[in-house]
């Protein structure tokens, strides 16, 4: 009896020690879908795959990046077209991390940096074109969007797969003048 006592302590004792440990980042537990950047006294060391990884503390630090593909959406944004029409746009950014380390030593946050970049792109790309070139063009103005954000950001191992331009609002006074235009348009064509 002494000795199951005794054997229970133990275990208990040693289970304390490993949670802490663990606490201290000795184990380190990755899933399929992570990698561990792992850097000794602060400079880079190698990237972990998945699986069980000793860290060694206050020597090794591990960062843990998901590679998983994320999706997110652009916060409505005000621009002014090249014709000088008020836009509010939205977008849809598909993105993951290709290159943990770069991600992790290029990068702060790679969430914030895709949304800033995005915004930036969006912004620029958009207040070049005219009302009519957006609203007919609008899939090739995706495509140079997604381009110009993906050779942006594979510096630091962020990877766009889709970039797509949501919604594209404008002044209902710009609206009805439109209709108003193609209506013209259209009488004119029946006249002759």
Same mark, same amino acid.
């Given at each position: 009896?002494?000795?199951?006592?005794?054997?229970?302590?133990?275990?208990? +004792?040693?289970?304390?020690? &490993?949670?802490?440990?663990?606490?201290?980042?000795?184990?380190?537990?990755?899933?399929? /879908?992570?990698?561990?950047?792992?850097?000794?006294?602060?400079?880079?060391h190698t990237?972990?795959?998945?699986?069980?990884?000793?860290?060694?503390?206050?020597?090794? +630090?591990?960062?843990?990046?998901?590679?998983?593909?994320?999706? /997110?959406?652009?916060? +409505?944004?005000?621009?002014?077209?090249? %014709?000088?029409?008020?836009?509010?746009?939205?977008?849809?950014?598909?993105?993951?991390?290709? %290159?943990?380390?770069?991600?992790?030593?290029?990068?702060?946050?790679?969430?914030?940096?895709?949304?800033?970049?995005?915004?930036?792109?969006?912004?620029?790309?958009?207040?070049?074109?005219?009302?009519?070139?957006?609203?007919?063009?609008?899939? *090739?103005?995706?495509?140079?969007?997604?381009?110009?954000?993906k050779e942006?950001?594979? *510096?630091?191992?962020?990877?766009?797969?889709?970039?797509?331009? +949501?919604?594209?609002?404008?002044?209902? &006074?710009?609206a009805k003048?439109?209709?108003?235009?193609?209506?013209?348009?259209?009488?004119? %064509?029946?006249?002759?």
């Amino acid at each position: 009896m002494n000795s199951i006592k005794k054997l229970s302590t133990t275990a208990i +004792k040693f289970t304390k020690q &490993t949670q802490r440990f663990n606490k201290r980042g000795f184990f380190k537990i990755l899933n399929q /879908y992570e990698r561990g950047v792992v850097f000794n006294f602060g400079k880079f060391h190698t990237v972990k795959e998945a699986g069980f990884h000793i860290v060694i503390p206050f020597i090794q +630090k591990c960062d843990i990046v998901d590679i998983r593909t994320f999706t /997110y959406t652009l916060d +409505k944004q005000k621009i002014i077209s090249k %014709d000088n029409i008020n836009l509010t746009v939205d977008a849809l950014v598909v993105f993951r991390i290709h %290159d943990p380390k770069l991600a992790v030593t290029k990068a702060n946050d790679c969430i914030l940096l895709v949304n800033e970049m995005a915004q930036i792109k969006v912004c620029e790309i958009l207040s070049h074109n005219t009302l009519d070139q957006v609203l007919h063009n609008r899939d *090739k103005i995706s495509n140079q969007i997604h381009d110009e954000l993906k050779e942006a950001l594979n *510096k630091y191992g962020v990877t766009i797969e889709y970039l797509k331009l +949501k919604d594209i609002h404008f002044d209902e &006074t710009i609206a009805k003048a439109i209709a108003k235009k193609v209506e013209a348009a259209n009488l004119r %064509d029946i006249k002759n």
